[in-house]
């Protein structure tokens, strides 16, 4: 249901075009937030299963989902309003939030990265350099990846400006950068060189 507050059609406009943006924000940040927790349960359920150290500990998990996950997806969540979101088809309002389509394509990034950074971890890292090391290259791989991920979940808007996404992902690197070369921090996070 709809009230008019004037007797102008184009609110009416308006308000469906703003609706439109809120609805695809929100798909946004919960694709952006299933696919980069898929990726780090993935990481850690893989490596246990091969029989791997375990490239994630709890605090850098901890880290990733209180800070590198949350910043991007309230960026994404307040995104700006897409031209040629009104030539759209209305959506079905019985329509899932989690579509097959969409389900597909948060599987495909998050055992996707899985499988890349185990490769990484496995061949790469672990046969050459110490676990902690290792730890450290594939906790800043993910972090950094997941960033790319948030430019990547926006679609075709990825050239349209965003000044609240390029502040949160700047700021996410400068923190991750921060932990990662502070000596005390390090230890705190298990990070080595």
Do not use: C
């Not at 969540?77 to 394509?105: C, F, V, W, Y």
């Not at 061949?123 to 290792?134: F, K, R």
């Not at 906790?139 to 960033?147: E, G, R």
Request: aromatic share 10%.
């Amino acid at each position: 249901d709809i009230i008019l507050l004037d007797d102008n059609y184009a609110s009416l406009i308006s308000a469906i075009h703003e609706g439109r943006t809120i609805y695809q924000n929100i798909l946004k940040a919960i694709t952006y937030l299933l696919s980069s927790n898929l990726s780090e349960l993935s990481l850690i359920f893989f490596a246990i299963l091969f029989g791997l150290p375990t490239p994630l500990l709890p605090t850098q998990i901890l880290w990733m989902n209180l800070v590198t996950d949350g910043l991007p997806a309230m960026a994404l969540a307040s995104d700006n309003k897409a031209h040629g979101i009104l030539m759209q088809k209305p959506r079905s309002p019985n329509e899932p939030i989690l579509t097959m389509k969409r389900i597909t394509l948060i599987s495909l990034i998050g055992f996707g990265l899985t499988g890349v950074l185990l490769l990484i971890f496995y061949s790469l890292l672990l046969n050459n350099y110490s676990e902690t090391l290792s730890r450290t290259v594939i906790f800043n791989v993910l972090i950094f990846s997941h960033m790319g991920i948030a430019f990547f979940i926006r679609g075709r808007n990825i050239f349209r400006f965003n000044k609240f996404l390029i502040i949160a992902i700047l700021f996410t690197i400068l923190l991750q950068i921060i932990i990662t070369t502070t000596p005390s921090l390090r230890t705190i996070f298990h990070l080595g060189y």
